[in-house]
C-alpha cells in the first residue's frame, strides 16, 4: 500500500513498492501569499498533471534530467524518489510580479536578458529572496552545485522560451525546483505547470495563470485549461 510521506499546497507525495520511485498526485488545492488565500480549481490536478507531464518529456528529448518518469493516471505520475534542495529558482523574462511590486520595473516590458533569482524553499519564512551567500552559509548548496543549477535554468529557460513561444504563449517567468537523486546528480523535480508559471497569451498578452486566481481575474480554470490543449493538443 502506498504510504503519504508529504503533503504540499498543491501535491501529495506516496511510495511505491520499488524504494527508487514516488507517486506524484496532483491536487485541485490552489493557494496564494505563501497560504492566505486558498480555494480549489475544478480538474487542476488533472490539467497541471497533463502539462507538466508533457513539458518534462519534452525537456528530458532535450537531455534535460528530470524526477519524471511517467504519467500513470489523470492526476498523478511517477518520478524518481529525489531529496529536494530547498532553493527554489526563479527565472524572469518579462517583468511581472515582484519586479514590478517591489522593484519599479514596468508591468510586461521584455528584459535585456533574464533575471535568475533564489529563494527559500520555506513556508514557515515565507520563501524569502535570498543570495548565493545565504545559500552556501546555510548549507543548501556549495558553489559548483549551485553553477549547475543556474546553468540548468538558463538552458530550461532557452528550450520553454521556443516552446511555449510555437504554442503562442510568452513565457513571463516560471520557478524551478531541483533535487539529487540515488547518485547525488542533480536534476529538475517538481512540476511545471500555470500554478509555477506566469503564462501570457503573446498576442493579447491576457493571463492564462495562477494569477487570474491570486488576484480573482475570473476564467481560472478555463485559462488552466487553454494552457493544457495548447501544450497538449
Known sequence: MNKL???????????????????????????????????????????????????????????????????????????????????????????????????????????EKPIIEYYLKSDELGDPLFTDEHIYALGLANKSELDVIRKMALFINDLLLKFFKEKNIRLVDFKLEFGKDKNNNIILADEISPDTCRLWDMETNKKLDKDRFRFDLGEVEESYLEIKNRVAG
Open 5 to 111: 510521506i508529504y503533503e504540499g499546497k498543491a501535491k501529495q507525495i506516496y511510495t511505491t513498492d520499488d524504494p527508487d520511485i514516488y507517486l506524484q498526485k496532483f491536487k485541485d488545492d490552489a493557494t496564494a501569499f505563501n497560504g492566505l488565500k486558498k480555494d480549489k480549481i475544478s480538474h487542476k490536478g488533472e490539467i497541471n498533471n497533463t502539462i507538466s507531464s508533457v513539458i518534462f518529456e519534452y525537456l528530458a528529448s532535450k537531455n534535460i534530467p528530470t524526477h519524471f518518469l511517467k504519467k500513470i493516471s489523470d492526476d498523478e505520475m511517477l518520478v524518481k524518489k529525489v531529496d529536494i534542495i530547498k532553493v527554489e529558482v526563479v527565472c524572469r523574462n518579462v517583468a511581472a510580479g515582484s519586479l514590478v511590486k517591489k522593484f519599479g520595473f514596468e508591468e510586461g516590458k521584455d528584459l
